[in-house]
C-alpha cells in the first residue's frame, strides 16, 4: 500500500480517532478542566465520555471502510471519503461551537475548545486529498 493513499492516511486517522475516543471514555478526568476547588462535575465527566464514543464509533467506521474488501477504486474510496467527511464535520463544528462558547466557559476554555479539535480538522483534510489523488488516479 503506498503511505500516500487515502487507505493509508484514514488507517492513521481512524486510529487515532479511536485511541482518542477510548482514552476519553476511560480517563475523562485527564481531559476535564476541573473547578477552582480542583473537582471535576459528574455532567462534565459523563459529556466527556460522549464525546469519546462519538469519536471511538467515527474511527472505527473508518477503520472498517479500509477493510471493506473493495478494490482500491472510486467505489472504496467513496467509503473512506464518506467517514472522513464526516469525521471532518465532527471536527469543524466541535471548533465552531468552541468558538461561541466564551458566555459558557470564557475566553480561555473557548480557545481550548476551538484549538483541540484543529490537528483532526488537518488531518481530515489531508485524507481527504489523497482521496481526490487517488480518483484520479483509477
Known amino acids: 500500500m503506498r503511505t500516500d493513499s ?5 488507517r492513521i486517522i ?3 480517532r479511536a485511541l482518542v475516543g477510548v482514552a476519553m471514555i476511560a480517563a475523562p478526568r485527564a481531559v476535564a478542566r476541573p473547578a477552582p476547588d480542583g473537582t471535576v462535575s459528574g ?3 459523563f459529556l466527556l465520555r460522549t464525546i ?24 472504496g474510496v467513496e467509503g473512506i471519503r464518506r467517514w472522513t467527511r ?4 465532527s471536527d469543524a463544528l466541535d471548533v465552531v461551537t468552541g468558538s461561541l462558547a466564551v458566555p459558557l466557559v470564557g475566553k480561555d476554555g473557548a480557545t481550548i475548545a ?10 481530515d483534510i489531508w485524507t481527504l ?10
Open 6 to 10: 487515502i487507505e493509508h492516511r484514514a
Open 14 to 16: 481512524g486510529t487515532l
Open 43 to 45: 455532567t462534565e465527566l
Open 52 to 75: 469519546g464514543v462519538r469519536d471511538l464509533a467515527l474511527g472505527l467506521g473508518t477503520l472498517a471502510a479500509t477493510r471493506s474488501g473493495r478494490p482500491a477504486g472510486p467505489s
Open 86 to 89: 464526516f469525521g471532518l464535520l
Open 114 to 123: 476551538a484549538t483541540v479539535p484543529l490537528p483532526f480538522v488537518a488531518l
Open 129 to 138: 486529498r489523497a482521496g481526490d489523488a487517488d480518483l484520479a488516479r483509477a
